[in-house]
Nanobody, 125 residues
């Protein structure tokens, strides 16, 4: 059974940093498009960052460019989201998503068929 397990969420003050991890179990993460999404209360889920199967291309939503970095280590079946200079608008539940057998850069939630359980990120002012 394939599982995506996120970790690294928590509470920080404005300007702080967090590093989210998403580990894939039950299948290799190689050859897999992956992304990080977030959903704040009352808002739609949005793609924060995405990465191609071997890390050659990345995507960031405008609001996080220059502050967040997505990366992956296929040997560890893990994708990361380094979040720096956090602000209260970054508060949300963050989800990891995967599309196995996909070598593209996917930013639409409908393109993904495997999701993690989510991890809460709270940024206080």
């Amino acid at each position: 059974q394939v599982r995506l397990v996120e970790s690294g969420g928590g509470s920080v003050q404005t300007g702080g940093s967090l590093r989210l991890s998403c580990t894939v179990s039950g299948r290799s993460s190689s050859g897999t498009a992956m992304g990080w999404f977030r959903q704040a209360p009352g808002k739609e889920r949005e793609c924060v960052a995405a990465i191609t199967s071997y890390g050659g291309r990345t995507y960031y939503v405008d609001s996080v460019k220059g502050r967040f970095t997505i990366s992956r280590d296929n040997a560890k079946n893990t994708v990361y989201l380094q979040m720096d200079s956090l602000n209260p608008e970054d508060t949300a539940v963050y989800y990891c998503a995967a599309k196995f057998g996909d070598y593209g850069l996917r930013t639409n939630a409908l393109a993904y068929d495997q999701w993690g359980q989510g991890t809460q990120v709270t940024v206080s002012s």
